[in-house]
């Protein structure tokens, strides 16, 4: 994904640990709702839309991930949280990166 401008988001990391720690960690332990995608992108029809229900907040990193993922596999992704939905479709937020 860095390939295509995928800037790992790590100022909400509180781990006390070096910049490319804190890079690799995102990557080594993904958030759930990272895991649901991966899941449903493997077991889903092509170009059918994917919904993931989390009961926490996205956090900045993954909403900048959702929205690269969107325009690599040409989805919809619908992440409902705790108060929101936010619908990423070509590289775009429905909630234009509020939250």
């Known amino acids: 994904m860095k390939e295509v401008g995928y800037i790992p988001e790590t100022r909400d990391m509180l781990h006390d640990i070096d910049q490319e720690d804190k890079d690799e960690a995102l990557f080594a332990h993904p958030h759930s709702e990272r895991l649901a995608i991966l899941n449903c992108l493997l077991s889903s029809p092509a170009r059918s839309s ?50």
């Open 50 to 99: 994917i919904r993931v229900i989390r009961n926490l907040r996205i956090c900045r990193d993954c909403h900048n991930a959702m929205k690269i993922i969107s325009k690599l596999v040409g989805r919809e992704l619908i992440i409902r949280e705790a108060k929101r939905h936010h619908h990423f479709k070509d590289g775009f937020c429905s909630r234009n990166d509020f939250w």
